[in-house]
């Protein structure tokens, strides 16, 4: 299941790319990707861990850049 998002406030390509490498390896995590240009962030994850999986993904950007907010695409 694909699940796409804006990361609103994100100021920062590292963090961005942090961010990406982060949720990779989140359990259940197939792909993950963050486009700092368009502030997109797509989640390719199993349907049962994907509640998980973006509630982990949120914890991971509010600890990389505070004020930035994830919002569903």
Do not use: H, W, Y
Request: hydrophobic share 40%.
């Amino acid at each position: 299941m694909k699940k796409k998002f804006i990361l609103e406030g994100l100021g920062c390509a590292n963090c961005a790319a942090k961010m990406e490498k982060a949720i990779k390896e989140l359990d259940g995590v197939r792909e993950a990707s963050v486009n700092f240009i368009t502030t997109k962030l797509i989640i390719d994850g199993e349907d049962e861990k994907m509640p998980e999986i973006i509630q982990a993904a949120e914890k991971i950007i509010k600890k990389i850049e505070p004020d930035t907010v994830m919002k569903k695409a």
